[in-house]
T-cell receptor
């Protein structure tokens, strides 16, 4: 079944450093999205990249997508303590309505 | 900025009881979803709803679950006879177009359901 899986499962960095999270999936997708979730809170949509796109930027976020490897990465540059959260990739299959979330990467940014 | 709202924020119920979780999606959105997240686990898709009918559902969404859009603004998830394993955070989401259309989903803050 289609599934997004992130690595690493947990990441601890110092404020100001860059954080890179990776996601792999199994089936053909229409688009891939990244979400952030603060502890016990709802999901916040960060960025969406379509299957025909290779790279996308939004502020301090940079997302890449390699459909041949079925993988994506999320880079957060110049991290801040406020970036501490769990980050999930989510995929939508071609023509589907179901969004499949990965297990997430827990990012901890130390001030 | 428009947002998805959910009520209640926390619901405690006894096993076997019926619960209704309520959501108010963003007003011009056409697609509606329910997800759940068991503590410490990934977010799981339950169901999508469009044009007053279910467009897709997961294996989790069995006969104990139902969804309804009773009026132009509310979207509800009913669990007929709750089980201990239904304890989770339930998220409602809405979007303007289908997910495959590349439009983001907006999530509500969630309802924490505790079944005792």
């Amino acid at each position: 079944s289609q599934q997004g899986e992130e690595d690493p499962q947990a990441l601890s960095i110092q404020e100001g450093e860059n954080a890179t999270m990776n996601c792999s999936y199994k089936t053909s997708i229409n688009n891939l999205q990244w979400y952030r979730q603060n502890s016990g809170r709802g999901l916040v949509h960060l960025i969406l990249i379509r299957s025909n796109e290779r790279e996308k930027h939004s502020g301090r976020l940079r997302v890449t997508l390699d459909t041949s490897k079925k993988s994506s990465s999320l880079l957060i540059t110049a991290s801040r303590a406020a970036d501490t959260a769990s980050y999930f990739c989510a995929t939508v299959s071609l023509g589907g309505f179901k969004t499949i979330f990965g297990a997430g990467t827990r990012l901890f940014v130390k001030a | 900025e428009p947002e998805v709202t959910q009520t209640p924020s926390h619901q405690v119920t006894q096993m076997g009881q019926e619960v209704i979780l309520r959501c108010v999606p963003i007003s011009n959105h056409l697609y509606f979803y329910w997800y759940r997240q068991i503590l410490g686990q990934k977010v799981e898709f339950l169901v999508s709803f469009y044009n007053n009918e279910i467009s897709e559902k997961s294996e989790i969404f069995d006969d104990q679950f139902s969804v309804e859009r009773p009026d132009g603004s509310n979207f509800t998830l009913k669990i007929r006879s709750t089980k201990l394993e239904d304890s989770a955070m339930y998220f409602c989401a809405s979007s303007l177009t289908a997910p495959s259309g590349g439009y983001e989903q907006y999530f509500g803050p969630g309802t924490r359901l505790t079944v005792t």
